[in-house]
């Protein structure tokens, strides 16, 4: 999968000293479209920052059934149509972690569930929002003002991705 962007800590404006070595991440995650054309987004409404649907692969797990279980989880979508977008890497200093994103779009197949979200994501209050792609894109584009460090590559990383499958659904 092709990487767009490697993203640093001086990409986001922070001076946290580079790490000896990371501890390698890879997850997986989807710009989902509804049957409106729309796509979800999860809203940190406590850290005020959006992000694309997705999360960590497991033991055991590949990149599709990883994204299967964390849409069901975070959106209550079960999911078709599942095509590649391209991968972001990041460089996370604070939390000594390299973290690779591949990036999927996919479609909602039948009705949207209910979400199950872990305590962490209950903490943060996140709730799925549904918007026009080109919303949504806009929608992170107005978020420059993030102070939460991982919202700021998370808003980065998923703006980049927004824009990116914008051109292929365009095709």
């Known amino acids: 999968m092709k990487i767009f962007k490697t993203i640093r800590d001086s990409d986001i404006g922070s001076l946290a000293v580079e790490p000896n070595s990371f501890l390698e991440r890879k997850p997986s995650r989807a710009i989902v479209f509804d049957e409106g054309n729309k796509v979800a987004l999860f809203h940190s ?19 599709e059934t990883a994204l299967r ?24 200093n604070k939390f000594k972690v390299q973290q690779i994103s591949y990036c999927y779009i996919a479609d909602v197949l039948g009705e949207k569930g209910i979400p199950h979200l872990d305590e962490g994501e209950i903490a943060e209050g996140f709730v799925t929002e549904w918007l026009d792609l080109n919303l ?25 991705f927004l824009k990116e499958a914008k051109k292929i659904v365009a095709r």
């Open 45 to 63: 409404t406590n850290k005020h920052y959006h992000k694309l649907p997705g999360g960590g692969v497991e033991e055991g797990e590949d990149f």
């Open 69 to 92: 279980r964390e849409l069901l989880e975070e959106i209550g979508c079960a999911v078709t149509n599942i095509r590649e977008v391209g991968a972001i890497e990041e460089y996370r």
């Open 136 to 160: 949504a894109i806009k929608v992170l584009e107005s978020e420059k003002d993030i102070e939460d460090y991982q919202g700021k590559f998370i808003q980065m990383r998923d703006l980049i």
